[in-house]
């Protein structure tokens, strides 16, 4: 029996243009003309014999049948993603998302020492700043992720922890000199945020009791975890920064820890990859190299305090 479908290409627009809610994002996507993604959107709404789109001011928005049509597209073109992905060769190349402060502190160190051990397999890595850690295999060009979460993944997913976050003050090495700070020296410290929202600080100050001590300052406000870590160790005022991530910085005498006292945050730093995918035994060996780094790793002595 012949199928009557339309166009892949015009059914492909659609499901961009309705993504993006922008037919200028879904041509970027597909590296089209805008007026191309129109011509699409015509042509499936000609077939239908429906509008697909409607326009209120600025806004872009699906009309009820093409509410209707969407989810079994979106489901469709991820089947022939699938069997496109089975019928590829295994280039032997793992395409990583990571975030940026884990790149630069502890992940570009154990991949060229994964490359080392490992020579057959090649890891291409891209680091991503992300306010949240996240990832999405269906549309992004990757195989693997590291994501700091707290290990509540879809279940289409392998997920395998690399280590807890813990967090503590750091600051610059010559200001502990002396030793860790007394309450009143914390106290007049200038606070540097590695978050907009403060929320690392907050909770240090919460979990080790010193809320009511220690008020929660304005200070330098960043948007990534390394600015603040870089920031500290250069002297411009006490940052939050993960213990393992600054554990090597703190040996060689890079950073210094004010208050040794490490608080979990609840969440963990996973590798998380999909669970059918074709290069499971290299993402499994990949992932047992760098738990066994984590594992060979020397850390600061600290205090350790749950959330």
Do not use: N
């Amino acid at each position: 029996m012949s199928r009557r479908l339309p166009a892949l290409y015009a059914l492909r627009a659609f499901e961009a243009a309705a993504r993006h809610a922008s037919f200028t994002r879904a041509a970027e996507e597909l590296a089209i003309t805008q007026s191309a993604v129109s011509r699409h959107i015509r042509t499936l709404e000609e077939h239908f014999a429906c509008r697909l789109f409607e326009r209120r001011g600025r806004s872009l928005l699906l009309t009820e049948p093409a509410k209707a049509l969407l989810p079994g597209l979106r489901e469709g073109f991820d089947a022939l993603e699938r069997a496109c992905a089975s019928l590829r060769l295994d280039d032997a190349v793992l395409r990583l998302k990571a975030p940026s402060t884990l790149t630069v502190r502890w992940l570009l160190a154990r991949l060229s020492q994964f490359r080392q051990a490992h020579p057959e397999d090649e890891v291409q890595l891209t680091s991503a700043w992300m306010d949240v850690d996240k990832v999405d295999f269906r549309h992004e060009p990757f195989d693997c992720s590291v994501l700091l979460s707290d290990g509540q993944f879809p279940d289409e997913w392998e997920s395998a922890l690399l280590f807890e976050e813990w967090l503590i003050p750091v600051c610059a090495a010559q200001e502990t000199q002396a030793g860790v700070w007394s309450l009143e020296r914390l106290q007049a410290a200038e606070q540097l945020h590695p978050t907009p929202d403060r929320r690392d600080w907050r909770r240090w100050l919460q979990v080790t009791g010193l809320s009511a001590e220690v008020p929660l300052k304005t200070g330098q406000v960043f948007d990534m975890l390394e600015l603040g870590i870089m920031a500290a160790g250069r002297g411009y005022g006490v940052s939050i920064g993960d213990l393992l991530m600054i554990a090597e910085d703190v040996e060689a005498g890079r950073l210094g820890l004010p208050w040794r006292t490490a608080v979990s945050s609840g969440e963990g730093y996973y590798l998380v990859w999909p669970r059918a995918h074709r290069a499971r035994t290299r993402l499994q060996r990949l992932c047992r190299f760098l738990q066994a780094q984590v594992a060979a790793m020397r850390l600061p002595e600290v205090q350790r305090a749950d959330s």
